[in-house]
C-alpha cells in the first residue's frame, strides 16, 4: 500500500492509493457544477464531464513519461416529461455504468468526483520509485462566444511513491 500527497488545483483534487496490484484513482471536481452547466443539463442539452486521468513518471531533463493513460467521460440528459436524469459513465469508451437518477444532488455527485476506481496495474511500476497521477478536466458542451483551440479545463496531479 502506499500513501500519496493530496494536491488540489481549481477545486480538482486527486487521490492515488496503490493495494493489491492496482492504483485506484479517486477524485472531485468542487466547482465543476456551475450555474451554467445546470442551466444546459436543465435544458436538456446533453452535458458530458470528461476526465483524462494520466499515471506518469518524472524523467531528469526529458519529459515525463506517461505509463498509462484512462478517459473517464460522464453523460447527463434531463428529460423534461419524466423530470429524471439519464446518466451514463465509460472508462476508455466501455460503458461501466448506465442508470436514471432523480436527485439533482446525486447528478451533481455523479459527474464531480469518481471514488476508488480501478484504473491502472502496477505492473510496469518500479518499486521505491515516485511516480505522479494527473487529472484533466473539460466540460462539453462550453458556453463560449467564440471556439478555442486549447482545453479551458480544470487539472491537479498528486505524488506517490511506489512500495510493492
Keep these: 500500500m502506499s500513501a500519496a500527497t493530496l494536491s488540489a488545483a481549481d477545486g480538482l483534487r486527486v487521490i492515488p492509493l496503490v493495494r493489491d496490484g492496482t492504483v485506484y484513482i479517486s477524485f472531485s471536481l468542487s466547482d465543476g457544477y456551475t450555474e451554467e452547466v445546470k442551466a444546459a443539463i436543465k435544458s436538456g442539452l446533453k452535458t458530458t464531464f470528461t476526465y483524462t486521468v494520466d499515471l506518469r513518471a518524472q524523467a531528469p531533463a526529458w519529459l515525463d513519461r506517461t ?54 496495474r502496477t505492473v510496469k511500476l518500479e518499486a521505491n520509485r515516485e511516480y505522479y497521477v494527473r487529472v484533466r478536466a473539460d466540460v462539453r458542451p462550453r458556453n463560449a462566444a467564440f471556439p478555442w483551440p486549447w482545453a479551458s479545463g480544470h487539472s491537479a496531479q498528486t505524488k506517490f511513491t511506489f512500495i510493492p
Aim: no cysteine; aromatic share 6%.
Design 67 to 120: 505509463i498509462a493513460s484512462v478517459v473517464v467521460s460522464t453523460s447527463v440528459q434531463y428529460d423534461n416529461l419524466t423530470r429524471r436524469y439519464k446518466m451514463v459513465r465509460t472508462i476508455d469508451g466501455r460503458t461501466e455504468e448506465a442508470q436514471v437518477v432523480e436527485d439533482e444532488a446525486e447528478v451533481r455527485q455523479l459527474v464531480t468526483a469518481l471514488s476508488r476506481a480501478a484504473l491502472f
